[in-house]
T-cell receptor
Framework: EAGVTQFPSHSVIEKGQTVTLRCDPI?????LYWYRRVMGKEIKFLLH????????ESGMPNNRFLAERTGGTYSTLKVQPAELEDSGVYFC??????????????FGPGTRLLVL | GDSVTQMEGPVTLSEEAFLTINCTYT??????LFWYVQYPGEGLQLLLK?????DKGSNKGFEATYRKETTSFHLEKGSVQVSDSAVYFC????????????FGTGTLLAVQP
């Protein structure tokens, strides 16, 4: 079974440009999460989809970030316009159940974003 | 709010040494606790977890016990190998409408032959 995949693996852009990150969850996983790790700090939650609906987007830093999940399958995270502080590693995770005691979130390899 | 604090790295050990990575948490209730590991060039993998007080999670020779009295979940391994070199993240889930993980800053472990 394929794991969570993310594209691209690396992206280098200039300040003010737009970048779109993609995440393909494990097939059949209704829950999809985005997280971000900035400059060796802790990994922070950005948002959570259940199928195509946003369940929680409390971690989104500002309105320059837009996440979508088309048809409840893959998800995209767009940053427009990108700022220097957006640099970091963006992780996607998916899971099958929402019972917090039993859920396991499976993570992708991450997208390393560098904004110059 | 809820938070996780783990020891800063890097931690450098010789092969077969004993490993402890400290992790403490702050939470208003009784979260589930996790250790995730990120090997070089790979994504995060769940290493072990514990869902209630006094539970011990274990996997691949690693262990951690959920200590409510000290709000801790320290990771231990009796004899590390070079292949254990990775970044280790302690995390918690506190349930609710969304199961967002709250992570610590990560601890880089380097094991030398």
């Amino acid at each position: 079974e394929a794991g969570v995949t993310q594209f691209p693996s690396h992206s280098v852009i200039e300040k003010g440009q737009t970048v779109t990150l993609r995440c393909d969850p494990i097939s059949g996983h209704d829950n999809l999460y985005w997280y971000r790790r900035v400059m060796g700090k802790e990994i922070k939650f950005l948002l959570h989809f259940v199928k195509e609906s946003k369940q929680d987007e409390s971690g989104m830093p500002n309105n320059r970030f837009l996440a979508e999940r088309t048809g409840g399958t893959y998800s995209t995270l767009k940053v427009q316009p990108a700022e220097l502080e957006d640099s970091g590693v963006y992780f996607c995770a998916s899971s099958q159940t929402l019972t917090w005691a039993t859920e396991t979130q499976y993570f992708g390899p991450g997208t390393r974003l560098l904004v110059l | 709010g809820d938070s996780v604090t783990q020891m800063e790295g890097p931690v450098t050990l010789s092969e077969e040494a004993f490993l402890t990575i400290n992790c403490t948490y702050t939470a208003t209730g009784y979260p589930s606790l996790f250790w995730y590991v990120q090997y070089p060039g790979e994504g995060l993998q769940l290493l072990l977890k514990a869902t209630k007080a006094d539970d011990k999670g274990s996997n691949k020779g690693f262990e951690a016990t959920y200590r409510k009295e000290t709000t801790s979940f320290h990771l231990e391994k009796g004899s590390v190998q070079v292949s254990d070199s990775a970044v280790y993240f302690c995390a918690l889930i506190y349930g609710g409408a969304t199961n967002k993980l709250i992570f610590g800053t990560g601890t880089l472990l380097a094991v030398q032959p």
